[in-house]
């Protein structure tokens, strides 16, 4: 049972959910830009191991999760992150959260990794840019691959020579609204002071618990660029950069990346220790967590590419093989989340075996309820829970709303209030 004298709302700002009625625990770990040290990823793994079920899941923003934690063992974790550099504050409640960086691995990856670490250095934790309205999302992305920059509060598209274009006020959830530009080729130096500018907008101006989208749709966007520059009046213009910032990992050279698939993100802690090992060894020393919930190696090389597929298939971990698997974003729904109205990972298992030749050249996307947090608008084809009803047993069953993305924004609706039948159906056909 919940203990009553526990806050669980203020425990969000330190990346902790309440993750079921029964008072367990969601732990969400910042991991810098997604790129994770072998080190700190042996160290997730002790956690697991000691205080969860020897799980974690990887999410779409590249953060590491941890369920059925104890309250009681939370100040050892939080020492355990901190002692390799680790920290979950901020991941979740009125913060901004984890930089999400880029995991198409496009050229300009290293440039775009390296701004999102520094990015999370100045904000992770930092006491100016907590206790917003809600969440507050910004990712770094090297190009428009992906269109992850719609769906943030801030996006950053790395558009050549350290300069991005900023995009504000997108999001997703209930009302799905894709961001709008607000600047093009923004120096690099000038983002701190302009992101700074868009938080403190949105804390003045903005009714909890509404994002940044609902400020936008309530002032417009004319009056949200004035606000912005109001906030921008007085304040530094650029953050010096320091010259040895840099990336922790190359940007792929034609070796490409090697990546090993997690089927739903859901990673036992065995292998990740083993997948760690490898990537001291042979692959630098760390591993990217992608936005399709897997896990990346980046070799130097093609030897080193060869080196790290033939250690794997020694573990008896397989590397993914091209085009081998349609790619399914899959968020934890029921299994694991209070929202959920769903069995998200039964649910796309049914769905992969429903699929036709066309259909498993697509990405796929699912989620549990309306937050979308596996951004189901963003896949070529999304699967949405809805609603659950009661059946004539009682029982409560999901119903869907499928969606197919063909342009450069969010996927439009092709059908709604599909039952699980129905579902299966409708995507056997699609292609
Ligand atoms: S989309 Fe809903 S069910 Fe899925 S993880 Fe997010 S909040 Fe939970």
Known sequence: MPDSTIDYQKLRLDGIYQQNAEGDLMLRIKIPAGVLSAEQAAKICDISERFSNGNLHLTTRGSVELHWLDYASLATVAAQLAAVGLTSRGACGGAVRGIACSTTFAPGFETAQALARRLHRHFAGNPHFEGLPKKFKVSVDAGYQGARHL??????????????????????????????????????????????????????????????????????????????????????????????????????????????????????????????????????????????????????????????????????????????????????????????????????????????????????????????????QLADAGILVTKAVKDANGERQPRFTLLRRQGEGFGENLASDLTLNDLLQAVAGLG
């Open 151 to 376: 769906i943030q509060d801030v996006g950053l598209v790395h558009v050549g020579d350290r300069h991005y274009d900023v995009w504000i006020a997108g999001g997703l959830g209930r009302e799905p609204q894709p961001g709008f530009l607000f600047e093009k080729r923004v120096a690099e130096e000038r983002l701190i002071p302009l992101i700074e500018a868009v938080v403190r907008s949105y804390r003045k101006h903005t009714p909890p618990p509404k994002r940044l989208k609902f400020l936008a749709n309530q002032v417009g966007q004319e009056r949200l660029r004035e606000l912005i520059r109001d906030e921008q009046t007085g304040a530094p213009e650029s953050f010096a950069f320091r010259l040895l910032e840099q990336s922790l990992t190359p940007s792929p050279a034609a070796a490409g990346i090697v990546e090993f698939p997690v089927f739903a993100g859901e990673l036992p802690a065995a292998d990740l220790r083993r997948l760690a090992a490898i990537a001291a060894e042979l692959g630098g020393g760390f591993l990217a967590v992608t936005a399709n919930q897997n896990l990346a190696f980046i070799p130097v090389d093609g030897t080193s590419r060869q080196a790290i597929e033939a250690a794997l298939a020694a573990s008896g971990l397989e590397a993914a093989a091209p085009g081998a698997e349609a790619a399914f974003r899959i968020c934890p729904g029921s299994h694991l989340c209070r929202m959920g109205l769903a069995l998200t990972r039964d649910i796309s298992r049914q769905v992969l075996d429903a699929l036709g030749p066309k259909g498993r050249m697509l990405s796929w996307a699912i989620s549990g309820c309306p937050n979308s947090c596996a951004q189901v």
